[in-house]
C-alpha cells in the first residue's frame, strides 16, 4: 500500500514537472525576457522579477523533490523484494515443518494404530497362554497318573535310569543352542526358558528318556515331553517338527525334532524341566558355561 501511494504521488509530481517544463519550453529562449520588459514600470519588472524567481525555485525543489521520490521508490522496490524473498523462504519452512509435523502426526497415528493392535494381539496371546497353561497342566497330571500307575518297565525308565538323571544338574546340554531368556507371561518372567535359533534348526534329547507326550498343545504348538524317570520330565514346545512318537525311547543327544516358532519367540523352542509335575529351573540343570542368556531385570 505504500508502494502504490508513493506511485501515485510520484505520478503526480511528474504530471506537474511535465506541465512546468512544456510551459518553460514554448515560451521560447528570450520568453522570460519578453515577461520582465513587458513591465511598464520598474517596480513591476522587480515584481515580475521576483515571480519568475519564485517560479523557478519551485521547479527546482519539485525537481528534487521528484529525484528524491525516484530514489525512495527504489529503495522501497529494493526492501519489498528482500522482504518477499524472505516472506518466500518463511512460508517454504513453514510448508517443511507442516509436513514434518504431518509426517510425525501420521508415525504417532501409526504407533498408536499398532499399539492397539498388538494389545489386541497381546490380550489374545495372554489367553492362549492361559489355556495353554491348563492344557498342559492336564497333560503332565495325566503323565503323572500313568507313572505312578504303571508297573511295566516297558513304559517308562527304571529306577537306575532315574537316578543318574537327578545328578546331572547343572551338566545337560541345552536342546538347541542359541540365546536363552525367559518368557514373559502376564508381565512376570515365565517358569521355562525360550531358546532362539533359527527356524528348522534340529532339536535333541537333553538325556536318556521315554518319549510320554508327542503333539500338539494350545499356546505349545507342537510338543514333545520325555520321560526320565524318578518322576523327572523335559518337555520342549514351538517346534516345527517332531520325529518321535510316544513310547519310544531317546538317548541323550538323539535328534526329536526341529525347531519353529510361536507366541514367545519368533524363531527357537520353549524348554521346561519338571519334577513330580513342578516346575524346576531349566538353568539349574543346564551348563550354561560360553551360552548367551538374557535374563530380564528384577
Known amino acids: 500500500r ?6 501515485k504521488a510520484l505520478k503526480d509530481l511528474k504530471e506537474q514537472v511535465e506541465a512546468r517544463l512544456s510551459a518553460l519550453n514554448n515560451m521560447g529562449t528570450i520568453g522570460t ?3 520582465l520588459f513587458a513591465a511598464e514600470s520598474l517596480p513591476e519588472l522587480l515584481s515580475r522579477e521576483t515571480y519568475l524567481k519564485l517560479l523557478l525555485n519551485r521547479d527546482a525543489a519539485q525537481r528534487k523533490e521528484f529525484l528524491n521520490r525516484l530514489q525512495h521508490l527504489d529503495e522501497m ?22 509436513l514434518d509435523l504431518e509426517e510425525r502426526r501420521q508415525a504417532r497415528r501409526a504407533f498408536l494404530d499398532e499399539l492397539r493392535h498388538q494389545s489386541v494381539r497381546y490380550a489374545k496371546m495372554i489367553a492362549e497362554m492361559e489355556d495353554a497353561g491348563d ?3 492336564e497333560v503332565i497330571s495325566r503323565l503323572e497318573q500313568r507313572v505312578r500307575a504303571s508297573d511295566d518297565p516297558k513304559d517308562f525308565i527304571s529306577r537306575a535310569q532315574s537316578a543318574d538323571f537327578s545328578l546331572q544338574k547343572g551338566k545337560l546340554a541345552p536342546p538347541v543352542f542359541g540365546r536363552i531368556s525367559r518368557p514373559i ?11 532362539s535359533a533359527p527356524w ?38 514351538q ?15 538323539d535328534l526329536i525334532g526341529l ?40
Open 2 to 7: 505504500e508502494l502504490n501511494a508513493q506511485k
Open 33 to 35: 525576457l519578453n515577461i
Open 77 to 98: 522496490r529494493q526492501r519489498l523484494k528482500k522482504e518477499q524473498a524472505e516472506l518466500k523462504q518463511a512460508a517454504s519452512d513453514m510448508e517443511q515443518q507442516a
Open 135 to 137: 492344557s498342559l497342566k
Open 185 to 195: 507371561v502376564n508381565g512376570k518372567p515365565g517358569k521355562g526358558i525360550v531358546i
Open 200 to 237: 528348522g534348526s534340529e532339536i535333541t534329547a537333553v538325556f536318556d528318556g521315554t518319549v510320554a507326550y508327542s503333539g500338539k498343545l494350545r499356546g505349545y504348538g507342537k510338543v514333545i515331553i520325555l520321560d526320565h524317570g524318578g518322576g523327572y520330565l523335559s518337555l520342549v514346545g
Open 239 to 253: 517346534a516345527c517338527e517332531l520325529f518321535k512318537k510316544e513310547g519310544e525311547e531317546v538317548r541323550e543327544g
Open 259 to 298: 525347531t519353529g516358532g510361536g507366541p514367545w519367540i519368533d524363531e527357537g523352542i520353549y524348554f521346561e524341566i519338571r519334577k513330580h509335575g513342578k516346575y524346576e529351573d531349566p538353568l539349574a540343570w543346564i551348563d550354561t558355561r560360553g551360552l548367551d542368556i538374557e535374563l530380564p531385570k528384577n
